[in-house]
């Protein structure tokens, strides 16, 4: 199929090296893209591709593998669900280069986060809020409207009133 | 000479590698029923087998201050389908001394084989002991396994026991390994098994932390399938200050199979302190649905997620 996830919180592997679960998704195993999918992530492949994915990987350097492993499998379609929470500053660079990266290889990304600046690199932008989609463009437009319509707003609005709410904030 | 092929064979198929026992600078025994077909020392170690009616008798000694450069290869099995092996070891590892030893046990046609070990093993001081044991089963079940040991350890000591049985039908399993450790001294017990069929795997790991800031790991891996039945009773007493230890069960379950885990704990010095985790259940669904999104069929991601595991 070519679509892939990567979740907010990845699962965690005992037993299975970084090398044996970035090559799951792989058609053929090539060792040099193993290694140059860590290098993306800022991962140092002598320290990491035999290092266990389990609990001994803290948050971040198993989030940052998730996204290795999502790179080393070229899929059409990647939903990336938050790759970017959890994620200390310097990396963060590195997690929009990565994505980049992979539209660069052909991989259409489903990008979800809550970080404006990493939702610029998007093509096309979607704001939701309780699960409804209220507006749509350029990252930036979108980014204006959520600061001037949504930051202020102090009420719980709830699907039932989103249409009237909508109507009345264009 | 026969068996000594046929042991060889299995050996290799046990995933070991026949040509270590060419090697003069490798010290090996390998016991085919009550048979001692094949052995070779080296220096500082003392390996002497007896054959008795339904085994052999075994005594192992590692002198003061020796450290066994390579690794010690034992081989212990019964081919044809129907025996029985008692494996009687008497083992010390004198101060200062260390050793590491693979053992290979294969039964790869039981159809009613029973293969006993009691290890009696004294570790001295500032000593060093690893022994790992892996079993190659055939797929007949017909085979009871009953390994028992007794473990001392001295002062500022380490040892490592290793089991795995992770290829054919486990059979009929009773596993009890007992310690205890002194002052300053580890011991890290772990014990991986995979069942299927109408397999049965019981399992007793002790250690009994008695000396001052003495260490004790116990753990243990489960996967059982069909109408795999285990029972895993991991058990840490620690009763010296500043004893620590840890508990550590996983059991995965598929199909009809049962499992069940006991952890003991018991500290009775109020400076030590011993934790314990366990886990019962099927395959973890996050893990398995992540497998998933990568590609992998759902029984293959279990099958991965089972392997890294038990690895």
């Known amino acids: 199929m070519g679509i892939t996830l990567a979740w907010q919180e990845p699962a965690r592997f005992e037993g299975l090296t970084v090398k044996d679960y970035i090559s799951v998704g792989m058609k053929e195993k090539n060792p040099a893209l193993i290694e140059e999918s860590l290098c993306h992530v800022l991962l140092e492949p002598k320290d990491y591709l035999e290092r266990k994915a389990d609990k001994t990987l803290s948050g971040g350097e198993r989030k940052r593998i998730e996204l290795a492993a999502v790179f080393a499998m070229k899929p059409k379609l990647a939903i990336l669900d938050e790759p970017d929470s959890g994620i200390d500053i310097l990396a963060l660079d590195n997690i929009v280069k990565i994505i980049n990266e992979l539209k660069k290889q052909g991989t259409t990304v489903l990008l979800i986060t809550h970080r404006e600046e990493v939702s610029e690199i998007a093509d096309k932008t979607s704001l939701m809020c309780t699960g409804f989609i209220v507006k749509e463009g350029r990252s930036k437009e979108v980014s204006k409207y959520f600061k001037e319509k949504c930051a202020p707003c102090l009420t719980k609005v709830f699907p039932s009133e989103l249409d009237n709410w909508t109507q009345g904030a264009k | 000479m026969q068996d000594y092929k046929l042991m060889l064979d299995a050996y290799e198929t046990a995933g070991g590698s026949p040509s270590i026992f060419k090697d003069s600078n490798i010290a090996h025994l390998i016991v085919h029923k009550n048979k001692v077909i094949g052995t070779n020392l080296v220096k500082g170690l003392v390996l002497e087998p007896k054959e008795i009616p339904s085994g052999v008798d075994i005594i192992l000694i590692v002198e003061k201050g020796i450290k066994i450069e390579n690794l010690v290869h034992l081989c212990f099995g019964v081919l044809p389908e129907e025996g029985i092996q008692e494996i009687n070891i008497k083992a010390r590892i004198e101060d200062g001394a260390g050793v590491k030893l693979l053992a290979h046990c294969v039964f790869p046609n039981a159809v009613k ?27 007949t079940g017909g085979i009871e396994v009953i390994p028992k040991a007794r473990i001392k350890i001295g002062k500022n000591s380490h040892v490592v026991a290793n089991f795995s049985l992770l290829h054919g039908r486990v059979g009929v399993f009773d596993l009890n390994y007992e310690s205890e450790v002194m002052d300053n001294s580890t011991l890290d017990m772990t014990a991986k098994i995979y069942g299927y069929g109408n397999d049965r795997i019981k399992i007793r790991e002790a250690g009994y932390l008695k000396g001052r800031t003495s260490r004790g790991l116990i753990k243990s891996r489960v996967a059982v399938k ?31 199979a049962q499992a069940k885990a006991v952890p003991i704990v018991n500290v009775t010095n109020e400076f030590a302190k011993v934790t314990h985790e366990a886990a019962i259940g099927r395959v973890d669904k996050k893990q398995v649905e992540t497998l998933m999104a990568r590609g992998l069929e759902e029984e293959k991601a279990i099958d991965l997620v089972v392997s890294g595991l038990l690895r």
């Open chain 2, 226 to 256: 069909g109408n795999a039945q285990s029972e895993v009773i991991s058990e840490l007493i620690a009763t010296a200050p500043d004893a620590r230890g840890h508990v550590d069960c996983v059991e995965i379950i598929q199909g009809s």
């Open chain 2, 113 to 139: 084989v029973v293969h006993k070990m009691q290890a009696d093993i004294e570790i001295g001081d500032d000593a060093y002991y690893e022994y790992n044991e892996v079993h190659f089963h055939g797929e």
